[in-house]
């Protein structure tokens, strides 16, 4: 939650975006922290799926919610999507796990690949 991690952790990371959003830490070499501009968009907290409502300062972009509706029944799972597109942008994406399907056809969202949708524009 605190954006700091190992030098190892951000290995994969392109040097590019290394050297544009992480900081080294003064007194360690091997310690980054993410910087402060990027630290404000990020939020941790609990959050229920189906009873919190989903209210956020802007739509999102991309929402990630992968191996988790199968856990729902249908008609759960109806209710989440819905409010997943809500809460996209116009053109954002809905990203789901292989195992899982959207429950019904869609005119809100079309399908890129098997597990990634994206919002309709203007829709």
């Known amino acids: 939650m605190k954006g700091i991690y190992t030098h190892d952790r951000i290995e994969p990371i392109p040097l590019v975006l290394r050297k ?4 080294k830490a003064r007194d360690d070499d091997f310690i980054v922290r993410v910087n402060k501009n990027i630290r404000e968009h990020v939020a ?3 959050f229920n799926l189906l ?4 209210i956020f300062s802007e739509p999102f972009d991309m929402i990630f919610c992968r191996n988790v509706m199968i856990y729902f029944s249908a008609a759960d799972r109806e209710q989440l999507v819905d409010k997943f597109v809500s809460a ?4 954002g994406y809905l990203f789901i796990g292989h195992s899982e399907r959207l429950p019904s056809k ?10 990634i949708y994206r919002r309709v524009q203007g829709g």
Not at 51 to 54: A, E, L, Q, Y
Not at 88 to 91: E, H, K, M, Q, V
């Open 88 to 91: 996209l942008a116009p053109g």
């Open 106 to 115: 869609r005119d809100d969202l079309t399908m890129v690949s098997p597990t």
């Open 20 to 23: 544009r959003y992480l900081l």
């Open 44 to 46: 941790f907290g609990q």
């Open 51 to 54: 009873k919190d409502p989903f």
